[in-house]
């Protein structure tokens, strides 16, 4: 844990560090920084049974620093230093930014202070190569129509409903799919569109109750929201008005994308500011 947590634990009296036998302080180091009061306050405040071991590679004045702690806690120190590291430290450079490139380290310097050339310029070509990676895959979406993305987006969500409603159409359950505000009563009833589209939710006529989707609209997140009512199970909320809503009418989809209208900019530039008439508070 932190020394910020356990100094509170010390402070607050906590029965539980009457239970600890030993309290491990890695990189004690860091006493030197600006937060190493938290360090002090802690070992001042341990209990006299508790054991102490500081491990660290770079601390200084080794021996002094050990023999204010054995004054604090009136016990014997022992110090143990080794003349060199028992983990050699060596240096590597990280390229990694995914999950297929986090193997993507570099060693660049020996624990000798040895400095590897080939594996800097290893790291450079990963670099590089990364990099036309990504402009690639960036001039091909600039090369790709917004509206072939929107239909694969679309064709997306087709085939997630039309999976789920193989897998559940046992349960009795009927399907009804709309497009976004084309049926606005039903909509309020049901307390949609707040989270945004696509939207989801299951409705019971005999109870006058419904369960509105509130997770991820994917495979995973609508095959977990169907399996609880399937069951009689999950959340219900009474549909607003206790009664059915309205259905409107509305002409079936004809497969096809629509196509935005483009809007004209406005004209401003023949437009005198200064002949407005001017309101007066």
């Not at 910020?4 to 030993?22: A, P």
């Amino acid at each position: 844990m932190t020394t910020e947590i356990f100094r509170s634990m010390l402070y607050n009296g906590q029965s539980s560090v009457q239970d600890l036998e030993w309290v491990i302080f890695d990189e004690v180091h860091y006493m030197n920084g600006s937060e190493g009061v938290v360090y002090e306050e802690v070992i001042i405040l341990l209990p006299e049974h508790v054991g102490i071991i500081m491990l660290s590679a770079t601390v200084p004045n080794t021996l002094e620093f050990a023999s204010w702690v054995g004054m604090t806690k009136k016990r014997k120190m022992y110090v143990i230093s080794t003349p060199k590291r028992p983990v050699p430290l060596e240096h590597y450079l990280y390229t990694g930014q995914s999950r297929k490139s986090q193997e993507h380290k570099f060693l660049i310097l020996l624990a000798e202070r040895n400095l590897l050339h080939k594996g800097y310029l290893d790291a450079v070509e990963a670099m590089k190569a990364k990099e036309k990676v990504h402009a690639q895959q960036k001039d091909a979406g600039e090369r790709t129509p917004k509206n072939l993305t929107v239909t694969r987006a679309r064709n997306n969500y087709l085939e997630i409903l039309r999976t789920m409603g193989e897998k559940y159409k046992k349960k009795k359950w009927g399907w009804l799919w709309a497009e976004a505000s084309s049926q606005p009563e039903l909509e309020e009833a049901l307390v949609l569109g707040g989270f945004g589209y696509p939207a989801m939710a299951v409705i019971s006529h005999k109870k006058m109750k419904h369960l509105t989707l509130r997770g991820p609209f994917s495979g995973d997140g609508i095959n977990a929201f169907l399996r609880d009512p399937s069951y009689g199970k999950g959340s219900t909320a009474p549909i607003r008005g206790a009664d059915l809503p309205k259905f409107r009418d509305v002409e079936p989809w004809h497969g096809k994308d629509a196509i935005l209208e483009v809007e004209e900019d406005i004209d401003l530039s023949d437009v005198e500011l200064d002949e407005l008439p001017k309101d007066e508070l």
